[in-house]
């Protein structure tokens, strides 16, 4: 196979295969504030405990960092969910009665302290060096057909989240929660227990991201500080989930592709600058990113896709 056409494909399949786990984290926010109006400003934390925790349980033995338990990576998947939830509860138990701004703050706060744990604490992985050695699911095929056949995995994860969250959107349980969203006293004076929906909205919401962290770990093969900065795991899934549609689960599918796609190609737009605009590339796209949020919202106000009701099924 020429060259150039097999460097095109590996682009293309690296593409997909981001944008399916930018997909499910979007699911996971629109979980949290798409279904019960919570604004977690704090999903780099969650991600960064599913990906850790991949990375330990997965990883070889290591004098550097925990771990060295060889765990196969479709096996950590689960308990790095179920970590994530883990932490998640008590962090909602704390921050959910509080509001609005007043949540970002909290959960942003502890997000950094969680973030700052992971990255100074050599003895649990490894410090700023992150572990490298995690294995990927399906890596023996060699390329391009382990990255075909993750790329698959990593998009049948997406759909079933999808399916779900579908199903959830038009379930009892569904409506209660948006009942909550957009008037709790109303919902409380009917018999919703409003705190318990709202953190099982928080505790599920953060397992998906969770997920998230851990398909990254296991696709990039290596997890650190760099790979849990905010700017790529809050920022940019937050402005992904506007621009496609909160509220809206398909809307959350589409704003993660066209914004991956979007902050990918100005990546190669940056790489032609002057050796010394590069380091400040990243600052620059969010700035492109945050003129298109901008933009965008002039156009579409609730998003590409905005939320709709639902249609009632029995039960």
């Not at 970002?104 to 490298?132: F, P, V």
């Not at 969010?286 to 933009?295: E, K, T």
């Amino acid at each position: 196979m020429d060259m150039q056409l097999f460097g095109l494909i590996m682009y293309a399949i690296s593409l997909a295969t981001m944008f399916g786990i930018y997909g499910v984290l979007c699911l996971g926010l629109n979980l949290q504030w798409g279904f019960a109006g919570l604004f977690n400003a704090g999903i780099a934390g969650f991600f960064a405990v599913g990906a850790y925790a991949t990375a330990i349980l997965t990883s070889p033995e290591s004098p550097n960092y925990l771990g060295g338990f060889g765990w196969p990576p479709l096996l950590a998947l689960p308990i790095a969910m179920l970590l994530s939830g883990l932490i998640a509860w008590p962090v909602g138990r704390i921050c959910l009665g509080l509001k609005g701004d007043y949540l970002a703050m909290a959960t942003i706060g502890i997000s950094e302290i969680i973030r700052l744990i992971l990255k100074n604490e050599d003895w649990l992985a490894n410090g700023t060096m992150g572990i490298s050695t995690v294995p990927r699911p399906f890596e023996s095929l060699g390329q391009p057909w382990g990255n075909v056949a993750f790329l698959g995995f990593v998009l049948l994860v997406m759909a079933i989240l999808y399916l779900a969250a579908e199903r959830a959107w038009i379930s009892p349980w569904g409506r209660a929660m948006r009942a909550i969203r957009d008037n709790e006293l109303a919902a409380a004076a009917i018999g919703k227990d409003v705190v318990r929906f709202r953190l099982e909205a928080f505790v599920i919401g953060s397992m998906v991201m969770g997920l998230g962290g851990a398909l990254s770990a296991m696709y990039f093969k290596f997890i650190g500080s760099s790979a849990t900065e905010p700017l790529l795991t809050t920022f940019l899934v937050w402005v992904m989930l506007i621009i496609g549609g909160s509220g809206n689960n398909r809307g959350a599918m589409v704003g993660a592709g066209l914004v991956w796609l979007i902050w990918s190609g100005t990546e190669l737009l940056t790489n032609r600058l002057p050796a010394e605009w590069i380091t400040r590339s990243s600052y620059m796209r969010a700035l492109l990113i945050g003129i298109l949020l901008i933009v965008v919202l002039q156009r579409f106000a609730k998003g590409v896709l905005p939320e709709k009701p639902p249609r009632r099924i029995d039960g």
